[in-house]
């Protein structure tokens, strides 16, 4: 490897870790909620409108906190859904009351843990609405 090479190649890695630092190469993770019916098929077919879905966008600090507590790996293995990284999972229909019995009791274990708060009050939006949760990592 030549010292250009090299010289490139930091200048890249400099590069990659300001834009991190600014929050610009972070992974979107977004938990949404149609807001209807009809917002609901309108996100199967790519074609929301504004105001269709209620987005909770989760930052890598929260991912890492529900990773950590184990929290999506206890919804899988729960509902039989894929909640991952690089992975898009719905939960829908029958799995939509399940996990609105899953978090009944995984909050009551949780509680002092804010994010799981603030996600348990967006599901809300879904069983009131009888919709769905959409998980896009």
Partial sequence: VSKLEDLMLSI?????????????????RIIAIPMSKEAQHRLDYDECLNGDLKEYNLTENEFSELLDIGFFQDINNSLGVI???????????DKLHLLESFMENYIKNHKDILVINDINKLFKVAYEKNTGVYFFF
């Avoid at 890249?12 to 979107?28: R, Y």
């Avoid at 909640?83 to 229909?93: A, K, L, Q, R, T």
């Fill in 12 to 28: 890249v890695k400099q590069h990659t870790l300001k834009l991190i630092d600014k929050g610009c190469l972070m992974k979107k």
């Fill in 83 to 93: 909640i991952s990284d690089y992975e898009s999972e719905e939960i829908v229909g």
